[in-house]
């Protein structure tokens, strides 16, 4: 590890905080909320809204996971971590993730009081998901919470606050939950060997430690596909909202 100050070219700080945020899940779940949206019926504009609400939300996360992990992630040498590098200093990724809070409280509020209480509920319980239960068997559990008020983020939202007062399908709900902790497993899946070697036991490794990685991998992405097609199907049957 460098013992030079890190993040000593500030140009670099955007692409760095980029990398911190887990792009790739922060935007695969911000695009899935928009489609949503957009196969809902909700207008252009709102479809935007939801976008960039859900696109801050997942930075906010990012940072706070790769915040709590630093420790963790400089020990087992994280190539895919800026602050396990030394790349990025711990307080300029703080100071990030206060400016996410700070934004994206509006910008859920934005779309009505019940739907922004909605979204700002499911990332309360992803961040305290950081914190407590991930490590155990019960990790699974924070997932299905926050992604199962997603379908009441969507149903309860409007334009500049003016939204819909009809609660969300309970099948779509249902599905929604089950997908997040499909997503779980998915997004543990690269970690399972460096989780294993640190003793923690969260459900995604103790399903791999019993039927394998690979087949594990195969058949979170079956359930994941034929979720998404029971979500596709409810919603165009029954609709978004009740």
Request: glycine share 10%; aromatic share 6%.
């Amino acid at each position: 590890m460098s013992s030079t100050s890190p993040v000593a070219d500030r140009a670099s700080l955007p692409s760095l905080l980029l990398a911190a945020a887990h792009p790739r899940v922060g935007m695969a779940t911000a695009a899935g909320l928009a489609l949503a949206a957009t196969l809902s019926g909700r207008p252009a504009r709102e479809v935007g809204m939801v976008l960039l609400t859900a696109l801050v939300g997942q930075c906010v996360l990012g940072w706070a996971n790769d915040l709590v992990d630093r420790r963790r992630d400089t020990a087992e040498g994280r190539a895919d971590k800026p602050v396990a590098q030394d790349l990025l200093a711990a307080g300029d990724l703080g100071f990030a993730l206060t400016c996410g809070l700070l934004l994206v409280v509006p910008l859920a509020m934005s779309h009505g009081l019940w739907a922004g209480a909605s979204y700002l509920a499911a990332l309360a319980i992803a961040l305290l998901g950081l914190v407590v239960l991930r490590h155990g068997w019960l990790s699974w559990l924070p997932w299905a919470a926050s992604w199962a008020l997603y379908p009441a983020f969507l149903a309860y939202g409007g334009w500049a606050g003016d939204g819909a007062e009809t609660p969300p399908e309970i099948s779509v709900t249902v599905l929604a939950a089950v997908l997040g902790v499909l997503v779980h497993v998915l997004t543990s899946l690269p970690g399972l060997v460096a989780d294993h070697e640190a003793g923690r036991r969260h459900l995604p490794l103790r399903i791999a430690l019993r039927v394998g990685a690979p087949r594990l991998l195969w058949i979170t992405g079956v359930l994941t596909a034929l979720t998404l097609g029971a979500l596709l199907l409810a919603g165009s049957q029954v609709g978004l909202r009740q």
